[in-house]
């Protein structure tokens, strides 16, 4: 039987939770916690899978968003996770959201951007298999097109308007532009699925958090 997965995303006020047998997404649920998710999340997903009739021990695979995003986001998605599969006894993995919006692309070169506030973006270039091209960064929008590699392009965003205005004189001006969904827990679904079939899933404990950029306490620390 093709393995049952459990997706959460909690990096940002819209986040989003899913089921998924094998690479077939059951049901994908929408949230919008602005306030943020650890006081929600739980009952979302008791939720869920009292409507799918499942209980915790049947997941085969628990899965996140490992970042980037925000800060106590990241945690509490990935201490979720850590939490349900060690006390399952089952395997997890962490998925970056830059892969996961590559998901949604179809170009062979997918460039991700992501708004990382304070006047910058997260950015990286996927391939269709979702292998890194272009490392995840985070910088300005500008330096960033200047690195990216030649070949044809197509650009993925979340908030594909604003993008569309920042190529506009430079050589990715007429380049695609796909819009992809604020909810990205059925991609990470999708993805953690191979990696489980793959044998690249990992004892919880293992998996991490991937800020991309420092925290401020981090970036303004001083001895």
Known sequence: MKPLLLAIDTTHEFGSIALARGMEVLEE????????????????????????????????????ASGPGSFTGVRVGLACV?????????????????????????????????????GEIYGAVYNAAGDLVAPETVGGFSKWLESLPEGDLEFVSADSGLVREA?????????????????????????ACARLVRGEACDPAALDANYVRRSDAELFWKE
């Open 29 to 64: 649920v929408a949230l919008h916690a602005p306030d943020g998710f650890a006081h929600v999340i739980y009952g979302q997903l008791r939720d869920l899978l009292e409507r799918r009739r499942l209980n915790p021990e049947d997941i085969d695979c628990f899965a996140a």
């Open 82 to 118: 850590k939490g349900l599969a060690e006390a399952c006894g089952k395997p997890a993995a962490g998925v970056s959201n830059l892969q996961a919006m590559a998901w949604y692309g179809s170009a062979p070169l997918r460039a991700v951007v992501m708004d990382a506030r304070r």
């Open 167 to 191: 190529l506009e004189g430079t050589r990715w001006e007429t380049a695609p532009l796909v819009t992809a969904p604020r909810a990205l827990a059925a991609a990470i679904a999708t993805i």
